[in-house]
C-alpha cells in the first residue's frame, strides 16, 4: 500500500510529496493539468520559502529581491529585509522546478484527478490508488474539501488578476501600489521582465484596473505584455478544519485569507511540513493544531491588514500610517518574510 497519496502537485503539493519521499514515505502524486502549471500569483517567494526549497532540493532560478515598497499618491515607504532575499520566479519556473525534482525523487505524478473519496479505519482510497493517508493539495477552489463538506459559506468579494510586461526591472524591491480600486504587486522575475498582480474586489479588464495606479501605468508605458492575463479568485475560502479520518488539507485547500501580504507560498510550505511529520508519527489528528500554529501569526496579521483595508475611513490610511512610522512597517514585513 501506498504510504501517501497526494492530490494536486502545485507548490503545496510537490513539496509535501518531496517532503515525504525524503523521510522515506512512499508516494504518488495525481494531477491531472500538464507541467508547468501556471497561476494567478505574485510570484515572490519569502526568504523563508526560497531556503526550505533549497533543502529539498529544488533548483529555482529567478531575480531577488530585497524587500517591500508601500506607495500611494502621495506617500512611499520601505523595508528591506534584515535575513536575506527573496526570489522573484515565475510560477511556471516553479512549477518546473518542483516537477524535476519530483522526477528526480522517482516519484509517480499521474495525470488523472481525485475522485469519489473512500476510507477504512486504515486507508484511504480515490482514482483506484489506495493509500494509508491523503494529502489534498487541489487548490483554492479545491473539490476534495468540497467533497467532504468543508468549506464554510464566503461572500465572493476579492479576487486577482495578474499580467507580465517585458521591461527592465526599475527597483529591486517588491513594489505595492494602494489606491481606492486595491492594490498592484510588482515582482522583479527576471532581468527583463517584471509581474504585475492586481487585487480589487471591483469587476474589470486587467487594463481599466492598471488605470487606477497612474505612476505604475506611467513605469509599464511602452512595455509590452508577456503574457496573457490570468485571475484567481475569490480568493477568502473558510474551512471549518483541515482533517478528517485519513485526509489532510495543505495549501490554499486548507483555507485562505487574501494575499495582501503575499505569504500563500511561506506558509504553504510550512504547513506541508507539519503534516509530513504527523504522517510519520501516524498521528494525522495532531495536524489541526500543528496548521494553525504555524500560520497563526500570518493569518493574524494578514486579516488584521485585510479589516483595515476593506474600512473606509482606515484604508487612505495604511500607507501614511507606515510612512511614519518605519520601524513598525520594517518590522511586520520581516516578520512576515
Known sequence: MIDLLVAGCGPAGAATAIRAKLAGLSVVVLEPRSTPIDKACGEGIAHSAVSYLSRLGVDLTGRPFHGIRYLDPTHAVEA?????SGLGTRRTTLQQALHSRLLDLNIPVIPTRAGPITQTPT???????????????????SPIRRQLGLGLETPAVRRGL???FHVVP??????????????????????DLVGVAVLTSLKGSFDSH?????ALQRRLQGAAPASTVLGAGPLRQRVRRRVVGRVLLVGDAAGYIDALTGEGIAVALRTSAELVDCL???RPMDYEAAWRRVSRECRLLTASLLWA????????????????????????VNRLS
Open 210 to 214: 492598471l488605470a487606477a495606479f497612474p
Open 280 to 282: 510519520l508519527d501516524d
Open 162 to 164: 495578474r499580467q507580465h
Open 80 to 84: 528591506r529585509f534584515s535575513t536575506g
Open 123 to 141: 486507508s484511504v482510497t480515490t482514482a483506484g490508488h489506495t493509500a494509508r493517508y491523503l494529502a489534498a493539495a487541489d487548490g483554492l477552489h
Open 309 to 332: 483595508r476593506n474600512r473606509r475611513l482606515l484604508a487612505p490610511h495604511i500607507v501614511p500610517a507606515a510612512a511614519r512610522l518605519p520601524g513598525v512597517f520594517a518590522h511586520i
Open 170 to 191: 526599475w527597483s529591486d524591491l517588491v513594489e505595492v501600489y494602494w489606491s481606492r480600486l486595491g492594490e498592484a504587486y510588482v515582482t522583479p522575475v527576471a532581468d
